[in-house]
């Protein structure tokens, strides 16, 4: 008897475990390839008919060259996600390109469902993230060519180009859809607009300040 509540209760902490670390739901089959043109609607996307799978529902031929980095930023982000590459549906997983001009950066975002990866092929570039209440501890590292650095999932992240040429990354996160809220953005460029009083306030800025980063976004 006492044998048999040992083995349930180790089966028990494994379900629980199992459930709380797994960012998206496990697969109950070998693959579920995204059916994109279907109109039903559930967490994640509903598979498609195996018998109408291809090779091609597993491959992506997009990070060979870098993106368009002429923008505000002078970086590019090339996502490998299920929109692209079907056959990534409920595998709990997404893959990104990252090119940087020098002095490009990515500014302080999130992602909500997933922790990220970062990994430099060329370049040098400083990655940084900031925990939570209370101690918004600062945590960063100047990352070279063949280093990694772990983002915890949910926390405000950064990436910024040091050196004098273009650097090259890939981001991979344990999320089909990660899902990303830029800070700026999302404080500034919200739709409708939060209060300018509020927010002068909340940040200690004149609200002319305040009204003018809201035009911005």
Known sequence: MAQSSFFFCILALGFFFGASYAFDPRPLQ???VADLNSSVR???LPCKDPATVTVDDFFFRGFKSAGNTSNQYSSSVIPMNVARVPGLNTLGLGVARLDFLPGGYLPPHLHPRGTEIL???EG????????????YKHYSKILESGDAFVIPVGLVHYFRNLADKNTVAFGVVNSQNAGISVVSNAIFGAKPAISSDYLSKAFQLDK??????????
Do not use: H
Request: glycine share 6%; hydrophobic share 40%; aromatic share 12%.
């Open 30 to 32: 070998d693959f579920c």
């Open 42 to 44: 559930v967490n994640g």
């Open 119 to 121: 990994i430099v092929l």
């Open 124 to 135: 040098r570039l400083e990655a940084g993230f900031v925990t939570s209440y209370p101690n």
């Open 208 to 217: 002319k300040i305040v009204e003018e980063l809201q035009s911005k976004f």
